[in-house]
């Protein structure tokens, strides 16, 4: 956040796509500062790589408008657009060694070949491959060539670094390394950076600020600690870890009910009372352990199942007045210790009016 | 695996400070190619060719099929009078039942064939799936000149026919079965290979018999290759004009009777007529197979695991009587008619001799037909293969012009309904048309290579976008984002990769540029004859031996360049894309 200045670096204006009847895209408002390395997040179909292919000029828009740099390149060419790309098949050419391929952009570029050569072994000394000049990619490993097209996409000093889901295709322990070190390499180089992604962890390790997309429009652009605290919609609520929801009724004052049960919740959101909600809480913040039954949203339920998931342990929990529904506890392992919680248990577990998030109704995810 | 090399240090530790500046490369402005430009341009191009070759004579023979003799718009009288005429209507139904008999005996035939080579632990699959691909490196008439030497009026074995002569629909029957042989096995051995050899397993698993394995799960399976190889089969026999030509005797069929009307009586309007009759069952395959294609790429998941046939003794020792027996007929025959090129007169003095190769002495020609066919199926090759599979990459890898790569992809798939012997009576109206500026072409070998390449056009044309498509997509995008024109990246990746489909291509055009007898039928002048049509003048004239040597010289053209193609493969391809291997290569 602190790398975006006063003029975006990007800006994307009422961008739309449509294929057939389907619309990918619907009026997509966006704006990106410089050095900034933004995630596109949502599931598939939800129209992030088409943003990101529209931003490349690889597809063309409908309507809308793109400005990178100040330079309108709504009808431009990717050739005239200066970006590097980075796809999740690596898109390596698999007859060209590893310094061809990252020098295939400065060939074209007519610059002299000893500069040539310097300058692959410069970029292949960044991505931490000194040696693997002379190999042909069938020879690397899946994160080896990931490494080699994000030097190939850097060669020519683009100012945007585009990323289409460049880990998807790799192994959980790769993933995390390579995460790190591009996200490294980014700060370092100050590049302006657009990754798209499935992967909420991913989004939320990496990014500056996430762009959560769903159905063609974007649902929320904050920081990863935004998305996560304040969802804007219950879509966002769901697909950034995981969330209960329970059906509800906004009281007066603070006060919405659920069941029977009336609860404090501090998200008001303007709510009309009387109005109907759907109350969200996250799985990890419902307190289990020390609770009286005399605190705030404090309430009995029975424990009916416990899964064991290693770190932590996933309780359902039956409350004992109506609540319109089950709930979900994520409790920590050393609590876990400490309760020695058993199926069939008793006991109090309370919602913290924090934790608490009025949703819509129509917004169900 | 490679990946613990780098070990625990990531790149960012070893970052040398230099590289973080990563200073601006490439000068900021820089003379932007005008691409999307060039690009269109060449899809427009492609069109207009393919427009040209094939979709105008087309046309034009439509048209003319309606016309009166005398040039006037005659409607549909010119079929009126073809279907009131008792003679034409009997070569349709001569024509029809031939096929249908060629289709009833090659499928099954071709079906056993092919289970042998798919189904079971038959030893030398390899050698047998090559002796019956024989008859596809020798023109078709080359069968009809085999067999006119076994069961002619001096064959050795035409005691088999109880006295009827080889000369109509017996030896056409006969010799079209041998030709159209290999072009059934080739679409079962693909359908029968296309199985999932889970459901093998699930039925053995159930217990389920044999029987009702091969009737359950074999036979749906290959149900679309048996519709398509019967539809291919039946329009190879109605179109050919080859065999007809040198063993139907006075059995008149719609190939022969529309190079009579065209080449003997000059009807031009009855001879489109006749074209436009042959074009239907080709039409109707070609419908056929594409809704097969649909439905048959629904059958194979991403899940399936190919068929592994495990030892059975009986059933193997079975089919090998089986496959020995129909490839020793194939190579049986068409060795015969090469050990008759040798033989100084048959049947009486079976003494071997070269003369017959001595070509002018039957056909004052000499040698000068091969030497064209020589030519032409060059340039064949080597104009195809550039344009078929620059043609391709325009249609499959460029974004440009929607509609112009459409139309591109229509007429480029267009060849494959149209027979040889259709497309040579178009070229006949359309390049011969006194109103068409082009008519100048007519009779020069420039238009015998336009006509062959339009004639094999699709094959090659759905090969070289088959190998296209296994290239990865985004190649493009990468170097528009590197600011690299398509035409270099075509250069250095795309050609590169497609090299064994290349050439690939140049050896299927250049094989059958050599043995087409159909389409150029029509086209010649008196310089460019070619090596298969001066065989059918050769054998019309009765010096059936000078025939069947010219046959084989070009059978062993054929044969030497499929040769040379795998040798290529062998040891210059492999050692030039050390690419495609895993291991470092020093």
Known sequence: MTLRDATPFLRVSGLSKRYGAFTALDGIDLEIGRGEFVCFLGPSGCGKTTLLRLIAGLDRQDSGRIVIGGVDVSTAPPAARDFGIVFQSYALFPNLTV???????????????????????????????????????????????????????????????????????????????????????????GITTIMVT?????????????????????????????IYRNPATAFVADFIGAMTFLDARVGSARQIRVGAVDLVCEDGRGFVPGSPVRLGFRPEEIRVGNVRPTDVNAFQVRVRSLEFLGAFTRARLEPSLDLGGSLVADVSANLHGDLALTEGQYLYVSLPPAALRAFPVAARP | MAESVLGTSSLVVSLPEAALSLPKALPAKRRTVPEAAIGTALIAVLCLFLLLIIALPLGT?????????????????NFRTYFATPTLVDALLNSLTVAGIVVALVVPLAFGYAYALTRTAMPFKALFLALALLPLFAPSLLSGIALTYILGNQGFLRGLLFGHSVYGPIGITLAECLYAFPHALIIL????????????????????????????????????????????????????????????????????????????????????VVGLLMLVPAVLAFIVDRLIQRRQSSLLSARSVPYEPKPHPVRDRLVLVYAMLVAGVIVGTYGVAVWASFIRYWPYNLGLTLDHYDFAAADSDGWSPYWNSLAMALSVAAIGTMTVFCGAYLIEKLKLFPAGRAFAQLLAMLPLAVPGLVL???????????????????????????????????????????????????????????????????????????????LELFVYLFVNAMTTVSAVIFLYGPSTKLAAIAIVHMDEAGTTAAAAAMASVIMATALGARLALALVNRFVIARAQGWRRREATA
């Open chain 1, 99 to 189: 310094a061809a391929n990252v020098a295939y952009g400065l060939v074209n570029g007519r610059m002299p070949k000893a500069q040539v050569t310097a300058r692959v072994a410069e970029l292949l000394a960044l991505v931490g491959l000194p040696e693997q000049g002379p190999k042909y990619p069938v020879q690397l490993s899946g994160g080896q060539q990931q490494r080699v097209a994000l030097a190939r996409a850097l060669a020519t000093s683009p100012s945007l670094l585009l990323l289409d889901e460049p880990l998807s295709a790799l192994d959980a322990k790769v993933r995390t390394r390579l995460r790190d070190e591009i996200r490294q390499l980014q700060k370092r180089l």
């Open chain 1, 198 to 226: 499935h992967d909420q962890e991913e989004a939320l390790a990496m990014a500056d600020r996430v762009v959560v997309m769903n159905r063609g429009a974007i649902e929320q652009v904050g920081t990863p600690a935004e």
């Open chain 2, 61 to 77: 023979l439509l048209i003319k099929s309606l016309e009166a003799p005398d040039g006037g718009m005659a409607g549909l009288s």
């Open chain 2, 189 to 272: 051995v693909t359908a029968l290979g296309l199985s999932d050899g889970r459901l093998y397993e699930a039925a053995s698993a159930m217990g389920t018999s044999r029987l009702r394995t091969f009737v359950t799960v074999t036979l749906p399976g290959a149900r679309y290759g048996l519709v398509s190889a019967a539809f291919v089969v039946f329009t190879l026999v109605v179109t050919d004009f080859g065999i007809p030509k040198v063993i139907g005797g006075q059995y008149p069929v719609l190939a022969t009777d529309a190079y009579r009307q065209v080449v003997g009586q000059q009807n031009f309007p009855m001879g489109a």
């Open chain 2, 424 to 502: 040579g009576l178009g070229y006949v109206f359309f390049f011969n048309a006194p109103w068409n500026p082009l008519n100048v072409l007519y009779g020069t070998l420039a238009l015998l290579v336009i006509n062959t390449l339009a004639h094999y056009y699709t094959v090659a044309h759905v090969t070289a976008t088959t190998a296209l498509k296994q290239i990865d997509p985004e190649f493009e995008a990468v170097s528009a984002s590197l600011k690299v024109p398509f035409w270099q990246t075509f250069r250095r990746v795309s050609l590169p990769i497609c090299l064994p489909t290349v």
